[in-house]
């Protein structure tokens, strides 16, 4: 996928007179990102961060940033947010899921923001497992399953996240960023995979249910396509032709992949116990673990 | 609506059978439906324009069940596809 960038001058968000034609809402159901038609392209407003006017005619993204917004956290948006959305636009499959490699095959962690994925995925990796991304998981077709394309070699953590799980030198932090996240780079200690890997399966993140053991159920085709839905990076949910070719390439994941639900003790102290949990459950099914 | 009644369904679904259910998307509202086995059976029937006593003559060969429970189950879920506008009566 060929896109150019372009950072302009910050500025004050300009106001829209118009409604959007759909938002993204966080857990607590506030607004954070607002998609706009604009131009014959589309405006993307991440509120108070940043505008990305979309030309994919010309396949230019433009941002302008709010005043005080950091060129970080203007790359994690596109990276992390702008070009899955372009990406599931042109027919691929990008899902809010992290990953990691395990013994040659990816255990792909599914959920909203604030759910654990990064911190699971900075537990694998610190386990041994390289994780081959925080967010934006890109899935590509390849006979009857499924292979993981690694994205970004750096993982955005909470930095409570940060400070428990991972002992890195002062130097490969840097301050925290959007959303209180701090990004921490790939390294012999926090590896991350390079070559794309077989899925093994999908573990789709629960709300916290404040148990103190791991707990992982099978989900039905049926209803890890719900799961997904909600999941999955769509730019235009107005444009029907690519809402249902995007509904069918789901229902096939949701056809070909393993996926169940996940829930687990949100301690840090647990997470290697979860870790080995989840492993041995992706062995169980035979899978290519 | 009657047993020998038709539905059309709405041109806006899409329709698609995942681990033995129906899952029916709604271009028009973006909401998504999910059918069991029987109802993803009479939905494919009425997809193929077949009437709602007509449906029931094929699920009634694949499953065990009364003629009445299934002409009851039948009207049921054509007023419930009628309500969320996914068909309308032909």
Known sequence: ????????????????????????????????????????GYLLRFLDVADFAIDLAGRIVACT???????????????????????GHDGELVIHASAAAAEGAAIALVGSTGRGKS?????????????????????????EGYVVRPRRPILRL????????????????????????CRIAASAEIPFQIDPVPLSAIYI??????????????????????????????????????VRAHFNRLAELAVRADCHT?????????????????ISHARSRGTDL | MKIDDRLEISPEVVAREVGGETMLLDLASGTYFGLDTV?????????????????CDRIEREFDVTREQLEHDVLAL?????????????
């Open chain 1, 65 to 87: 940033p709010a005043p005080g917004i950091t060129d970080e956290m203007v790359a994690d948006l596109y990276f992390n947010q702008v070009i899955p959305l372009i990406m």
């Open chain 1, 119 to 143: 911190t699971l995925a900075g537990a694998f990796a610190q386990a041994g497992y390289p994780f081959l991304t925080d967010d934006g998981l890109i899935l590509d077709l390849v006979g």
């Open chain 2, 39 to 55: 109802g993803g059976r009479i939905w494919q029937a009425l997809e193929d324009g077949a009437s709602l006593a007509e449906a």
């Open chain 1, 158 to 181: 909470r930095a409570d996240s940060e400070t428990a799980l991972l002992a890195l030198p002062e130097a490969a932090r840097s301050a925290a960023g959007e959303f209180a996240k």
């Open chain 1, 205 to 242: 993140l629960r709300e916290p249910a404040g148990r103190e053991d791991v707990a992982i159920a099978p989900l039905s085709p049926a209803a890890a396509l719900s799961e997904l839905i909600g999941h999955s990076f769509m730019l235009d949910v107005e444009d029907r032709p690519r």
């Open chain 1, 262 to 278: 996940l829930d687990y003790p949100r301690r840090y102290e647990a997470l290697p116990s979860v870790i080995d949990a989840i």
């Open chain 2, 78 to 90: 054509a007023g419930q596809l009628i309500e969320q506008g996914l068909a309308t009566a032909a």
């Open chain 1, 1 to 40: 996928m060929t896109l150019r960038f372009v950072q302009l001058a910050a500025r004050d968000p300009e106001p829209l007179r118009r409604e959007p034609y759909d938002r993204w809402l966080t857990l607590d159901g506030d607004p954070t990102l607002l998609f706009f038609r604009d131009k014959g």
